[in-house]
């Protein structure tokens, strides 16, 4: 969609409106005919209706950069011809230089095979099926041994192809969640259309107005821009007011130590370099050379040798080959219809060889993040959680909805092109003030400073031009660089708060909470005064002059509340935008109160896109269920980590994914045939192993509590302990009406964390005397009883080291008959008190006798869950080799819940009860799939097949006791086998009912017979599956 948002207006001056209510409709098979075509919405000149118009578009025709296909990596000329050219190929230069010259010379030798073996790769493949097709046709009408050997091997040949395909179409398509070799061509096909309808740049419109249509123009425009974006250093260490290096050093406190310095510069061994190529991100698009971590993984006997000494090369000699780090930027949309070039964000893709490089350096920094930057900065800091932000920040927003509360201010700033746009000088003055070695900074300046770039403009690179600042979204330096950078800013604002320049937040004086920031996204609480905003803006534009980076005061938004209508007035006429709650914060609703629906539909709103997006509709009930498990749930964590989402919330997930799993549509209404409740057991219980949203929602935000008591560097855990915990303890706090709707729903888990948690007593100056488990009677205030701090004149609030000190434990003297207590009091004669050698206290999770030092929301799940007994049938349903479509049917059909006419009836559908294959009988599950005449024809060959006579199944349990049964790797062939026989007579039943086509018994077996061949085939990298390989031919 091109053109205007909204496509209606009332043309009323006093109340105008505008909105979205005209669209252009197609169908999966308009997208397929026309993958360029798009719709504009025009101006609506005299109507109230924008005019819409559908442009066909061409492709356009361009030089495709080289990228090698990850299907020729499995082909079995791909090593042989990589080693003969590598070790053939002989150059004279630098390691980099070798490396580099190596690659390029190797890109016509991959070119060759893929031509010779996969060009016009769509055609061949179908090409192959029609001749595998023409050999069926005459094998079955005049069998011979010399047409079986040629159906064999056109069907080898064939498979080779559709698998090629296969994995082509899943590397454009960038789909990770689902594995190439379950047949699911059509889905990558559909997705990479789709894709590409996305990312296709028709025209853009310039700062003038004026439509660019033109491909030359168009790409001229792209490069011009960023050229242009990259090419201008603004901001520099020298022209910011004469403050310099001294200036600087204020804002970065952090400085290395002698033993910090050795480390950065400790030589990279052969395995640190392997195990970075071994971890670079599967299917992601290469950079300029155009060699993936594929290539460099399945080639790696080979070309280590060349790479490793590059690498080395480059730390010895602190220089780094331009070519190497050259980058292809490409453009994503930020919004559906973009068409201004300021609306695409530049992603860099850069060459494998750096990615490592960067990835070594990255490594080294991120162990140091913690030290050096301050607790208010939350993103790429190792042991720092988004949520805890997003926690603070939820407090801090409360009360910002009355009109009787004290002053307070807050701005939400957007920083203009933030990463494109910092400044080098600036990153290397951060080292050099932090006192880097200089051996490191050179090494950090060579990897930002020697880039070149090239835009991707619908698939054609163009243009080539130096950067003189900016940090590529796309390189791994740059998200810790960019985190450094801003700690600069966040140490300029403490200043100006320390000082009384800013003033701050009600909420935020103990401890200070001056801002936080997750990247480039920040937060500033103040106390709502004039001139604190004043100075604030004042702080940002000095921190301007230093680093490039600028706030965008049309997009910074202003908050306020307790003020007089002049105070908050003369705020809103700064220039900012007013804002109001509710507003997203690092992608969730930041609210003072529990979620509604318009704050939580953006969630389901994206769930049901992901289900309505027109390639998922060719996707089998098992690709459905992977869909779920590894999108939707992604999904969902995010804001269940944060949030206690409402309960029409979880329902109305649960609802889509409900109907999405049974009908793949959800416009289609249709009945599950298994209830969601069953589907959330695991598979050894009988389930699909999904997760109950409820109950996951809970064992997520049993994780809160467990940062709350362990994670004592955090700004939300101080924040919390003094404002909410106060003289008191987690498990005894009262809840209060003033209190944030997510402290409430915290404070109501307590019952379940309870029995979880428990401590392991070292200081003694963090565990709960009362109320942690920190002895073997559990909590005392259960143990001894409320009147326990009475009792023993030990105040509820106190802490296990209050009642010790260096000379043993200090228990008050009381006279007691009480039990309970003399057991404790002897209890504690024999335990060692707390003392500092014994270090902090360290709290446990999880069931008494198996409890860990870590949370973990797995086997807090494990705990939580409903369960039901294991069941000994679910082995032959799930199990490894199998194929997850047909394991799928086969658990529907051990359930008895295939929808076969004897069921359809009891629904009270009227129909023929008769059996769709034979006719003869009522068509039950255990008639049609093993009964029918028809079945048991496919059975007996079956049967024969694998070596054994005739059986007559009585009953579906005697299959499943047959397939229990049997031992030894045959065992997997023979449920394998059954499986697939179980899903092609379904299938065929279905294509009975429903395209009334009919297929014989002995080519429906043949087609399993082939299944089979193919599932093995595609799984033969698993020994197991090589074995069943071969005796599955051996019977044959």
């Known amino acids: 969609m091109r053109g205007n948002s909204f496509t209606w207006w009332n043309k009323q001056e006093a109340n105008p409106q505008a909105k979205k209510l005209d669209r252009a409709l197609i169908n999966g098979n308009w997208q397929l005919a026309f993958p360029f075509a798009f719709s504009h919405f025009g101006e609506p000149d005299f109507s109230d209706h924008c005019p819409i118009t559908i442009v066909l578009g061409n492709k356009v025709e361009s030089n495709k950069p080289f990228m090698i296909s990850h299907f020729l990596i499995n082909h079995k000329e791909f090593l042989p011809r990589v080693a003969a050219h590598w070790q053939n190929t002989h150059i004279s230069g630098t390691a980099m230089f070798t490396l580099a010259k190596k690659l390029k010379s190797l890109k016509p030798v991959l070119k060759d095979l893929n031509r010779e073996h996969f060009s016009d790769l769509e055609n061949r493949v179908k090409e192959a099926h029609d001749r595998l097709l023409q050999c069926q046709n005459k094998l079955l009408s005049s069998p011979t041994p010399l047409l079986v050997r040629l159906e064999k091997e056109a069907h080898l040949y064939w498979l080779e192809l559709a698998n090629a395909e296969e994995k082509f179409m899943m590397q454009r398509s960038r789909i990770k969640w689902i594995e190439a070799g379950d047949c699911n061509s059509a889905f990558f096909h559909k997705m990479v259309a789709s894709r590409r309808a996305a990312n296709q740049i028709h025209y853009l419109v310039d700062d003038s107005g004026q439509k660019i249509d033109s491909p030359i123009e168009v790409q001229s425009h792209c490069v011009d821009y960023f050229s242009s974006l990259f090419g201008n250093s603004l901001g520099t260490m020298e022209n910011s007011g004469g403050t ?29 370099i392997k195990r970075e190529v071994f971890a670079l991100p599967p299917n992601k698009s290469p950079g300029p050379d155009g060699f993936t971590g594929e290539f460099f993984r399945a080639a790696w006997a080979i070309v280590s040798i060349d790479f490793i000494a590059a690498v080395k090369e480059f730390f010895a000699s602190g220089q780094l080959l331009k070519q190497l780090n050259a980058t292809a930027v490409t453009l994503i949309p930020k919004t559906m219809g973009a068409e201004r070039i300021r609306d695409f964000r530049p992603i860099s893709l850069c060459n494998a060889i750096y990615k490592v490089i960067s990835k070594l350096l990255a490594g080294r920094l991120e162990s140091l993040l913690p030290g050096m930057i301050s607790n208010t900065q939350s993103a790429f800091v190792k042991g720092r959680l988004l949520v805890e932000n997003v926690l603070l920040a939820t407090e801090m927003v409360q009360g910002f909805n009355r009109k009787r509360i004290s002053p307070r201010g807050m701005l939400k700033v957007d920083l203009r092109k933030a990463f494109d746009s910092v400044n080098w000088q600036f ?13 490191f900074i050179n090494w950090i300046q060579e990897c930002i400073t020697t880039t070149s770039f090239s835009i991707n403009v619908n698939g054609s690179l163009c243009g080539y031009f130096k950067a003189s600042r900016g940090l590529r979204q796309g390189d791994p330096l740059s ?6 950078a801003m700690e600069v800013l966040g140490n300029l604002l403490q200043s100006k708060f320390a000082s009384g320049s800013i003033g701050l937040h009600p909420l935020g004086r103990s401890p200070t909470v001056s801002h936080l920031a997750f990247a480039d996204d920040i937060m500033i609480f103040f106390d709502g005064n004039t001139s604190s905003l004043e100075n604030i803006a004042a702080s940002i534009d000095t921190f301007q002059e230093i680093s490039g980076l600028s706030m965008n005061r049309d997009k910074t938004a202003i908050f306020h509340a307790g003020l007089n209508l002049e105070e908050a007035q003369y705020l809103n006429n700064q220039g900012f935008q007013p804002g109001s709650l509710p507003i997203k914060y690092l992608g969730l609703p930041l609210q003072h109160r529990k979620l509604r629906k318009a704050e939580y539909s953006p969630l389901t709103d994206s769930i049901a896109a992901r289900f309505n997006h027109w390639a998922v509709k060719c996707l089998s009930f098992a690709g459905r269920l992977q869909l779920i498990k590894s999108v939707i749930y992604s999904l969902v964590n995010f804001w269940c980590s944060a949030f206690a989402l409402p309960r029409g919330c979880l329902k109305a997930i649960e609802q889509l994914c409900n109907k999405f799993l049974w009908a793949g549509d959800l416009t289609k209404c249709t009945v599950a045939k298994v209830s969601w409740k069953a589907c959330c057991l695991p598979k050894t219980e009988g389930g699909l192993g999904l997760r109950d949203f409820t109950t996951w929602n809970k064992v997520l935000n049993l994780k809160l509590i467990w940062l709350l008591l362990t994670n004592n560097g955090s700004l939300w855990v101080a924040w919390t302990k003094e404002h909410r915990l106060k003289r008191t ?42 109320f942690d488990n920190w002895s073997e009677f559990g909590a005392l205030i259960d143990y001894i009883g409320e009147e326990g701090p009475s009792r023993l004149g030990i105040p509820i609030f106190a802490l296990v080291a209050d009642v010790a000190n260096a000379y043993g434990w200090r228990l008050p003297s009381c006279r007691t008959r ?16 707390p003392n500092n050698e014994r270090g902090a206290d360290c709290f446990t999770w999880g069931p008494q006798d198996n409890r860990r030092s870590f949370f973990s929301s797995k086997r807090t799940w494990e705990i939580m869950r409903p369960s039901a007994s294991r069941l000994p049938w679910t082995k032959v349903v799930w199990f490894s080799c199998s194929v997850p479509k047909h394991s799928f049917t086969f658990w529907i059909s051990h359930l008895d819940r295939l929808p076969v006419k004897a069921r359809l009836l009891n629904w009270g559908m009227s129909i023929d009860a008769n059996c769709t294959l034979c006719s003869q009988h009522v068509e039950t599950r255990d008639h049609l799939l093993l009964h029918c005449e028809f079945s048991e024809q496919i059975w007996h060959l079956l049967l024969h097949r694998l070596g054994f006579p005739p059986l007559i199944f009585n009953d579906w349990n005697t299959l499943i006791t047959w397939l229990l049964t049997r031992s030894g790797s045959s065992r997997t062939l023979n449920r394998i086998a059954a499986q697939a026989t179980v899903y092609n007579i379904w299938k065929e039943r279905n294509n009975r009912v429903h395209n009334s086509a009919s297929t014989p018994p002995l080519t429906i077996f043949r087609h399993i017979d082939r299944t089979i061949r193919d599932i093995l085939l595609a799984r033969r990298h698993n020994k197991r599956c090589r074995d069943l390989l071969s005796k599955w031919f051996a019977y044959s």
Not at 427 to 439: C, G, S
């Open 244 to 272: 310099g290096l001294p200036s600087l050093s204020q804002f970065m406190p952090y400085r290395c130590d002698a033993q910090t310095k050795t480390a950065l510069l400790a030589p990279f061994s052969a395995e640190d």
């Open 427 to 439: 990153i290397v003055r951060i080292f050099e003030v932090a006192q880097f070695p200089r051996r």
């Open 479 to 484: 998200p810790t660089l960019f985190v450094m």
């Open 729 to 770: 303890t987690f498990w005894n706090a009262e809840v209060k009406q003033t209190d944030s709707w997510v402290w409430k729903f915290m404070l109501s888990l307590r019952s379940l964390a309870r029995p979880l948690m428990a401590c392991d007593i070292g200081n003694g100056q963090s565990a709960s005397f009362w």
């Open 818 to 833: 009480c039990p309970s207590i003399q057991s404790f009091r002897n209890y504690l004669l024999s335990k060692a008190p």
